[in-house]
């Protein structure tokens, strides 16, 4: 069968950087699921649908076509064919896609989409999120949760906003973010942010990118 790499973990922990980087040394399809939970939040707010009510983002989410490309070397993700891989990082998506996230009959249409991604990769994948050891890849070959310290998860995300010359109030102001939707993802009622009891816990708050990314690609070629 082929691989499935599932990697769980809060923000900042570094799910993304680290996954795409395993999948491309080890030649896998790369999948990051947190971009099409924010590319149908992106679309919920085009559509000027309300994301606090429910049952409204619930009758709204089986119309957008969200497509994501899995290719470790240069994912993308488009909606109804257009590239949004910009604006799903913004600020007002990064602000509502935890509300969005929470409604079961999102996570049941995005939870298919990534089976499908998985079926079509040719050598395996590597996928990230918050459910992929615990929902949406109960099988999966290798399972890791990747963690760091509060401090140290803010800090990093405060380094990303500052290389891209973002002001220090907005800076304090998506930390705190951070951790709101860091606590929404655990404690929601559907596929909560958690460690599957089979996965390897990986604290990457003292290790280099270098040294996190030997140490689950070696947990792959076990
Ligand atoms: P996530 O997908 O979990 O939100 P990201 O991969 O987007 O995390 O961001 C993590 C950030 O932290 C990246 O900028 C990455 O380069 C940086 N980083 C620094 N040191 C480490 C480390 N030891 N492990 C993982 N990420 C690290
Ligand atoms: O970039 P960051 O780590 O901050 O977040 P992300 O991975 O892009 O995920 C954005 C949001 O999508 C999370 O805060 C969750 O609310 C949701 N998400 C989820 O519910 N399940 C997943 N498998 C992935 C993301």
Do not use: H
Not at 186 to 212: G, I, K, Y
């Amino acid at each position: 069968a082929p691989v499935v790499v599932a990697i769980d973990g809060p923000s900042g922990s570094g799910k993304s950087t680290v996954s795409r980087a395993v999948a491309a040394r080890l030649g896998l399809s790369f999948l990051d699921t947190g971009a099409m939970y924010r590319a149908m939040t992106w679309w919920m707010l085009a559509n000027e649908v309300d994301v606090e009510d429910a049952e409204a983002v619930a009758v709204a989410c089986g119309k957008p076509v969200i497509v994501s490309g899995t290719d470790a070397d240069g994912p993308t993700i488009t909606v109804d064919g257009q590239d949004v891989s910009g604006p799903i990082r913004g600020p007002e998506v990064t602000a509502k896609v935890s509300a969005v996230a929470a409604v079961p009959s999102v996570r049941a249409r995005l939870v298919e989409l990534q089976r499908g991604c998985a079926e079509v990769a040719e050598r395996g994948i590597v996928a990230e999120g918050r459910d992929m050891g615990t929902v949406v890849f109960p099988d999966a070959t290798v399972k890791v949760f990747l963690t760091a310290s509060e401090r140290a998860r803010a800090e990093r995300r405060a380094a990303e906003l500052r290389a891209k010359g973002v002001d220090e109030a907005t800076i304090t102001a998506m930390a705190a973010d951070l951790a709101r939707r860091d606590a929404a993802d655990s404690s929601r009622e559907t596929a909560p942010l958690a460690q599957a009891a089979d996965a390897v816990l990986v604290d990457t708050s003292d290790l280099t990118l270098e040294q996190v990314i030997d140490r689950i690609a070696a947990l792959v070629e076990e």
